[in-house]
């Protein structure tokens, strides 16, 4: 069974400073896909970024980096020079891959809170 | 259309009414989710359709729950006699279900039983 922890429910930083969003998961399958979302207070799901469990490197997008560690089962979310406007519930999410199986699951959440 | 597309926005219904939650996703993706979200809370994963199948719906709460996709695109979630519990935002979401393809959202329903 598929299964996505985020175990810090609140976060603070600082503005301009980085911060880590934790992320683990739990599958058995090989094929898989690991992506955050953030949700703003209005609402809408915003993709950050992807990470495919066969991709060799880290991804990166912009101020947005995803260290993966494969052994660990680990995909945690970096944040660099934080703004004001990355305040927003953060999500990590798992899709498989397998036998055209795609289901998608999310973590609870982070809540990022970026003060000035 | 060119994103994910939920109707209605908005919907207040009185307990024990039934309501149908319509999701129109991005044309050509093969996976379409439903999930609920409580205020503050995370993404409760519901149903996922794969073509017109549904090879996961787990996630639904009870038997008052139900989803249908037709034609490989438009989904609608009823809820039968519906309770106050009930109450949330419901999410759909398609993909194209491939690897390295994200799952792209709608806005959202906010459902308030009464």
């Known amino acids: 069974a598929q299964k996505i922890t985020q175990t810090q429910p609140g976060m603070f930083v600082q503005e301009k400073e980085a911060v880590t969003l934790d992320c683990t998961y739990d599958t058995s399958d090989q094929s898989y896909g690991l992506f955050w979302y953030k949700q703003p207070s209005s609402g809408e799901m915003i993709f950050l970024i992807y990470q495919g469990s066969y991709d060799e490197q880290n991804a990166t997008e912009g101020r947005y980096s995803l260290n993966f560690q494969k052994a660990r089962k680990s995909a945690n979310l970096v944040i660099s020079a934080s703004q004001l406007g990355d305040s927003a519930m953060y999500f990590c999410a798992m899709m498989r891959f397998s036998g055209g199986y795609n289901k998608l699951i999310f973590g609870a959440g982070t809540r990022l809170a970026v003060h000035p | 259309g060119a994103g994910v597309s939920q109707s209605p926005s908005n919907k207040v219904t009185e307990k024990g009414k039934d309501v149908e939650l319509r999701c129109d996703p991005i044309s050509g993706h093969t996976a379409l989710y439903w999930y609920r979200q409580s205020l503050g809370q995370g993404l409760e994963f519901l149903i996922y359709f794969q073509g017109n199948s549904a090879p996961d719906k787990s996630g639904l709460p009870s038997d008052r729950f139900s989803a249908e996709r037709t034609g490989g695109s438009v989904s609608t979630l009823t809820i039968q006699r519906t309770q106050q519990e009930d109450s949330a935002v419901y999410l759909c979401?398609?993909?194209?279900?491939?690897?390295?393809?994200?799952?792209?959202f709608g806005q959202g329903t906010r459902l308030t039983v009464v």
């Open positions: 979401a398609s993909s194209g279900g491939q690897p390295h393809t994200e799952a792209f």
